[in-house]
Every structure is written in structure tokens, then in C-alpha cells.
């Protein structure tokens, strides 16, 4: 089974935002939606996928055009978050999504964003091919 580990690097009201490494290697960035937790006076910002251990198993992301292969992050109390492409934060519903870098997208009010999510995401399923599960560790800054 192959070992990724998502190395998150900030987390915030843009969202948490990562490094997906693969034996040591960075390959990709990741992006998560965030929720605040407590007052405005003191907030904290969560992800839906706490630190920790997972073993993923094979899926599909049927909310795709057309639905495409992925794998599932089991984490209690949530269904159905999973890799996927996706561009920016709103893209997402507390999954994880894959991209090739960050960026400000100028067209759309400075709002920060991942590059290439298309392309980086087809990148990590070609490397996890025929794998039916993979084991994700995510570590907080």
C-alpha cells in the first residue's frame, strides 16, 4: 500500500492548505475547505479530515462530469470526503482537493487558488494506479 502524507503549512479563513508528499517527495498541493470553531473574538479554524491515520480505500467521485475513479477518506462522522480536482475553496465541501501550486486568481477578487488541479490530480492517480487503497497520514503546522 503506498504512504502519502499531507503536511498542512496554514490554516485559515482561505482554507488549510498543504503539501501531499510521497516518500519524502512533495508531488502535489492540497487544498481544504475550512470552518470556524468558536467566537469571532477567538476563532480557530478545522478541516472536516483531523490529523491522523487512514487508510483510503478506491472510489468514485460521482459529483463529476463524467464521475471519475478516487479514494475515500474514512473519517467518523462524515461521509463522502474524498480527493478530488477543484480549483478553489468553495470547489469543496471539506474534501481534499489537488493541485500543482498556488496562485492568485486576479479575475476572480484576488481570492487565492490551486493551479492545475486537473492536471495534478490525473498525476496521483497515475501513481497510485491499481492501488485499491492507500494510507494517508495529515500532520498539522
Known sequence: MREFLLQ???VGPTGAWGVLLHGGVPFAV???RTYLLGEITSPRW???IPVGSYVCPRDMFNKGRPPYPTYEIP???HRELKFHRGNFLLDSEGCLLVGSGFDIDSDVNGRTMLRNSREAFRW???LTAGDPAIALLVVDP
Request: proline letters at 7%.
Open 75 to 77: 473519517v467518523p462522522g
Open 8 to 10: 498542512r503549512v496554514a
Open 124 to 126: 496521483f492517480m497515475e
Open 30 to 32: 492540497t487544498l481544504e
Open 46 to 48: 478545522y478541516t472536516k
